[in-house]
């Protein structure tokens, strides 16, 4: 499995200069918690930063920020990191880890593909182990079903013998 199979692709951009609450407006309208914050690099538009509406809540309120007023740019984080979507589970971890972040861009060939988050990952090796615990139990079961099949050992009493 690699991380273009399980990274969400819905992804909602929004420009650096749009309000805060337009870019509230705009994760409630698209049921998004993630907002990648573009600005334009003279070639076009391009990932300058990620929001999340914790940071809108959590950074913006208790700031005190006015929401019609202030910009999505001062709240987003500059912290970007990427993996390419033919990642691993494995290496997509360990740049969540090296960089620090909850999140990472995927990329197909320098463009934005998705983004996958730590709960993406989470739920992914999740369903990972729940397959591996059916292939365990199957295996049990087909042995149990097998030695039926043969009939059951007699039982022979085994005596115990304790020393004085």
Known sequence: MNIGEICTRDVVFTDRGASLQQAAKMMRDRHVGTLLVTGDSGDGPEVVGIVTDR?????????????????????????????????????????????????LLVEDDGAVYGVVSLDDLLDALTHEMSEL???????????AAERTSFGEAPQVPIRVHIAD
């Not at 691993?88 to 620090?100: L, N, Q, V």
């Not at 059916?134 to 042995?143: H, K, Q, V």
């Open 133 to 143: 615990s059916r292939a365990a139990r199957g295996g049990i079961e087909r042995e």
């Open 55 to 103: 940071d809108v809540v959590v950074d913006a309120v208790a700031r005190g920020l006015d929401v019609t007023q202030a910009e999505i740019g001062q709240l987003a984080s500059d912290e970007l990191a990427a993996v390419p979507m033919e990642a691993s589970i494995d290496e997509a971890i360990s740049a969540m880890k090296e960089r620090r972040v909850r999140r």
